[in-house]
């Protein structure tokens, strides 16, 4: 990208302090270029201060957000005047498309407005990550596993685990290979761009934060008589995943010089552009599971071994496709056909409209498919067992046959081996014949 200020496009790691909150502050001159600039803790325009206004454009990156900054940008101090529903696809569990005025027909064309989407993208980590993962999941989040009572009330040292970050959205299996495990990981992002009373344009973007577990280790104190935590660490869940926020910035410097009101509609041509290309990345790797998954119905044996990790995969998988499909269409409705007229990019959108049209038939097919490869292994689970039937049947058929010669002899031999004294007719006539 060139720049004449010799300024590149990079990252600001500014961790607000007791926020643990990572902001990333951009800026565009009147050239059409962009600096940066290192901030202290939280930006002075979050604070009341006035913005300079030799930047037309400002953006607020921030990776992860806590209550202290968004009372901040939606009090009754802040000169920007964020609203509240920024925020709320940034709780656990939340699955929120936001538009602004909540008409995706004026969210492309315009400076200014509000945008939000979730989409899926691949990430793997080990195997015993998982297991943690699925122990927290099923309410028992230490290292004793088996345990189905607590370990801290029964008063044992152990591990504990919890998530370290929020939000922590789910993420599901697509593929168990030995001790790595490829994973369909959802991630959020929420913008707001918005005008300051001085006509300058700053855009707030919100990204989830890397998933982080906490690992507790907890002892027991006799003398003090309670569980206490003598160590407390964070790991990262998929420490080989690219951060969207990074790919975000290397997607807008490679765009180059930049029109004031085109920074909205560009940055959400981003992410579209990121969902368009992990979407599809996931949906292959589901494909290629469902593939080896098909291929093996022939093996009655196999079946029965991984009939209890599929049942739980399906419904990981219909889940994933539902909120997959969500995902696209919304993404969809944010590229009205009477915007595609006459935006400056009419190209690249039009592809990027075709391209969501396309991923979204492709879930439909797969969705399908699933439901078909489920339907196949239950037909071939109920045929298997079926012959397991048959075979023990033969066998009780094979038992009956031989009893029938067996237990007469048995039921004779076991009469006359008796030894006791012969009473009545019987031992009179016995003594007569002697």
């Given amino acids: 990208m060139d720049d004449p200020e010799g300024l590149a496009l990079?990252?600001?790691?500014?961790?607000?302090?007791?926020?643990?909150?990572?902001?990333?502050?951009?800026?565009?001159?009147?050239?059409?270029?962009?600096?940066?600039?290192?901030?202290?803790?939280?930006?002075?325009?979050?604070?009341?201060?006035?913005?300079?206004?030799?930047?037309?454009?400002?953006?607020?990156?921030?990776?992860?957000?806590?209550?202290?900054?968004?009372?901040?940008?939606?009090?009754?101090?802040?000169?920007?005047?964020?609203?509240?529903?920024?925020?709320?696809?940034?709780?656990?569990?939340?699955?929120?498309?936001?538009?602004?005025?909540?008409?995706?027909?004026?969210?492309?064309?315009?400076?200014?407005?509000?945008?939000?989407?979730?989409?899926?993208?691949?990430?793997?980590?080990?195997?015993?990550?998982?297991?943690?993962?699925?122990?927290?999941?099923?309410?028992?989040?230490?290292?004793?596993?088996?345990?189905?009572k607590d370990p801290a009330a029964m008063r044992i040292g152990h591990h504990r685990y919890a998530h370290a970050s929020s939000p922590y959205r789910a993420y599901h299996p697509l593929k168990e290979d030995g001790g790595e495990v490829t994973q369909a990981a959802r991630e959020g992002v929420s913008m707001w761009f918005g005008r300051t009373a001085s006509s300058q344009i700053i855009g707030i973007l919100l990204f989830d934060p890397p998933r982080k577990i906490r690992t507790m280790a907890?002892?027991?104190?006799?003398?003090?008589?309670?569980?206490?935590?003598?160590?407390?660490?964070?790991?990262?869940?998929?420490?080989?995943?690219?951060?969207?926020?990074?790919?975000?910035?290397?997607?807008?410097?490679?765009?180059?010089?930049?029109?004031?009101?085109?920074?909205?509609?560009?940055?959400?041509?981003?992410?579209?552009?990121?969902?368009?290309?992990?979407?599809?990345?996931?949906?292959?790797r589901l494909s290629r599971s469902l593939d080896e998954m098909e291929l093996s119905f022939s093996n009655e044996d196999g079946i029965r071994r991984a009939m209890n990790l599929w049942r739980g995969s399906f419904g990981r998988w219909r889940n994933t496709l539902f909120h997959q499909a969500a995902s696209i269409r919304h993404l969809r409705r944010t590229l009205p056909d009477k915007t595609l007229l006459e935006d400056p990019n009419k190209k690249a959108l039009l592809h990027q409209a075709k391209s969501l049209e396309d991923l979204l038939e492709e879930i439909g097919i797969m969705s399908r498919r699933l439901d078909g490869a489920y339907q196949a292994i239950m037909a071939t689970m109920s045929i298997a067992e079926s012959g397991r039937a048959i075979e023990e049947t033969e066998a009780v058929s094979k038992l009956t046959k031989l009893a029938f010669f067996f237990i007469p002899l048995a039921l004779v031999a076991t009469i006359f081996g008796m030894n006791l004294p012969f009473t009545g007719l019987l031992a009179e006539s016995c003594e007569v014949s002697a």
């Fill in 218 to 284: 907890k002892k027991y104190r006799l003398f003090r008589k309670e569980m206490t935590t003598v160590l407390d660490t964070d790991t990262m869940v998929f420490p080989s995943a690219v951060p969207f926020r990074d790919e975000f910035l290397r997607y807008l410097q490679d765009h180059g010089h930049t029109a004031p009101d085109r920074v909205f509609p560009e940055c959400q041509r981003i992410v579209r552009k990121c969902a368009l290309r992990d979407e599809r990345v996931v949906l292959g």
């Fill in 10 to 148: 990079t990252a600001i790691n500014s961790t607000v302090p007791d926020a643990g909150v990572d902001i990333t502050e951009l800026r565009l001159d009147r050239s059409g270029c962009w600096s940066e600039e290192r901030l202290r803790g939280l930006p002075a325009l979050f604070l009341g201060a006035s913005a300079d206004p030799k930047y037309p454009v400002v953006l607020y990156l921030l990776e992860g957000v806590d209550d202290k900054i968004k009372a901040e940008l939606t009090g009754p101090k802040s000169q920007l005047k964020v609203p509240a529903s920024l925020f709320e696809n940034h709780q656990e569990g939340a699955h929120v498309f936001l538009d602004l005025d909540d008409d995706p027909y004026e969210c492309v064309d315009t400076p200014c407005g509000i945008f939000s989407t979730t989409y899926l993208k691949l990430a793997s980590h080990q195997k015993d990550v998982w297991e943690i993962e699925k122990g927290i999941e099923s309410g028992r989040p230490w290292q004793r596993t088996r345990m189905k």
